[in-house]
């Protein structure tokens, strides 16, 4: 069984091509265009991990990364930013993401952490 990621991000470009970049490294990915969609989903699903854009044009990525912990505190959420500062990750971190990556992500990284949540599930 692979590691079940859900991508958020409103580019549907840059959703795309890293959906099928994470896919090519062995997982299976789901897709939303914002973070209500991404809510809906992970109040109704499974995920090992969320890897989601700090900037939506319909939610801020610190209330979202709330709102997506609240539903699942045990979710693990990886935001990526293509302005990140130093302030923004440790507000990221203080609100429970797992980590936040400057755009473009590293992938090879990405995928290890991610594969590494994945195996700890499948142990609980």
Do not use: C
């Not at 299976?28 to 973070?35: D, K, L």
């Not at 209330?63 to 130093?86: C, D, Q, R, S």
């Amino acid at each position: 069984m692979s590691a079940k990621v859900l991508l958020v991000d409103d580019e549907t470009e840059f959703l795309e091509a890293m959906a099928e970049r994470l896919v090519m490294r062995g997982m299976t990915v789901a897709t939303a265009e914002s973070v209500y969609e991404a809510l809906q989903m992970v109040a109704t699903e499974t995920f090992d991990a969320v890897v989601m854009d700090f900037m939506m044009p319909d939610m801020d990525g610190i209330k979202a990364l709330k709102a997506l912990k609240k539903i699942n505190p045990e979710l693990h959420v990886f935001m990526l930013t293509g302005y990140a500062t130093v302030e923004k990750k440790k507000e990221a971190l203080q609100f429970g993401a797992a980590a936040l990556f400057e755009k473009p992500a590293n992938l090879e990284l990405l995928t290890k952490i991610i594969k590494r949540v994945h195996s700890q599930n499948r142990n609980q």
